[in-house]
């Protein structure tokens, strides 16, 4: 199983032609973490920062995190009936609405490699909308990683970029993407942001190297070198080849950094925020954090 995976890795190197050499961790070496990404519904960060709204918000004013919270058993503890709900998702919820991705990291003096493995359900769609033109994209898988000076990035994840006045959230402007507020890419207030994409029947399939700031930016990043994604009888294992330096709205990264994150996945070809999201986890690069990168 291993044995196959490097071989196919190494086609892909070979076939790519790529002059930046890598050498891909032994995954089966490397420490596995669960985390569960969820359908979040219409709780953007106004909401979650609302006290009338979120019980969880005197909290977050002390300096509790999402996941303090939130994790608990290995799982979330969420009340998923609720979210599903019309109040929170009026669009329609998918029937999975939570699931696991195991999480794997590893780094060594030029790159950070992530891998995300997870069984994508097929029924996430509900009246969600759809890609429908391009490449029809079964699965999008996104990591985010958030600037040192992005206010409570370690408490909130993701959920800085997210807001109210958003594309598909209820009653937004169709055309406004994800923004950070008071963003400022030289100053460290911004998402640095990769995604896989699947492509139509693996075809088209294609990688994203881009950052959420004033907005969403789906180009312009230079560090990441290769996003793969495998599909075996529906579990997917997606695997980021990152350089540790980079480029406009890439993060410079290095040993002893301890680095909030967030997963999105979209499956069943959908788009904006329909999506399933992870809370807010910290990456280690030799460092204490969620997930500890091994170093090669
Ligand atoms: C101090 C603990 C605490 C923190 C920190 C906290 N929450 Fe909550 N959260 C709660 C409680 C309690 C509820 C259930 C009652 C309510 O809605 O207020 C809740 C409800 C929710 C719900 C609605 C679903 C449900 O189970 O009722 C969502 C979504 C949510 N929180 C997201 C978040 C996110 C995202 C963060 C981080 C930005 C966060 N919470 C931080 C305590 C917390």
């Known amino acids: 199983m291993h044995n196959k995976f490097s071989l196919v890795l190494l086609g892909s190197l070979l076939a790519t032609g790529s002059p930046l050499a890598f050498a891909a961790p032994d995954w089966a070496k490397v420490s596995k973490r669960d985390i569960h990404v969820f359908h979040a519904g219409a709780t953007p960060i106004e909401w979650v920062t609302k006290k009338s709204d979120h019980s969880g918000t005197a909290g977050l004013k002390k300096g509790e995190s999402c996941v303090g919270c939130h994790e608990e058993k290995g799982g979330l503890n969420f009340d998923f009936k609720r979210l599903a709900d019309k109040t929170f998702e009026p669009v329609g919820a998918p029937k ?3 699931f696991p991705v195991t999480v794997q990291a590893a780094y060594d003096k030029e790159n950070l490699y992530m ?32 600037g040192n000076k992005t206010p409570q990035a370690a408490q909130l994840g993701c959920w800085a970029a997210c807001h109210a006045d958003v594309r598909s959230m209820p009653g937004a402007d169709a055309k406004k993407k994800k923004y950070v507020s008071n963003a400022n890419v030289a100053g460290g207030v911004f998402y640095d942001y990769i995604q896989w994409k699947s492509g139509e029947g693996g075809k088209g399939a294609t990688q994203i190297d881009g950052h959420v700031a004033a907005e969403r930016v789906n180009k312009g990043g230079t560090a990441l070198i290769k996003a793969d994604g495998e599909n075996k009888g529906g579990v997917y294992t997606v695997t980021f080849t990152r350089k540790l330096s980079g480029g406009e709205g890439d993060l410079a990264l290095a040993e002893g950094q301890v680095i909030p994150f967030g997963v999105a996945i979209h499956t069943d070809k959908t788009i904006y925020r329909f999506h399933h999201v992870s809370l807010g986890y910290t990456l280690g690069l030799g460092a204490d954090g969620d997930i500890k990168a091994s170093k090669q």
């Not at 769609?125 to 898988?141: C, F, L, M, S, T």
């Open 115 to 146: 891998r995300l493995t997870f069984k994508a359900p097929a029924d996430a769609a509900a009246n969600a909308p759809r890609e429908d033109a391009g490449p029809k994209h079964e699965i999008k898988a996104a990591i985010m990683l958030a």
């Open 96 to 98: 999975t609405m939570s």
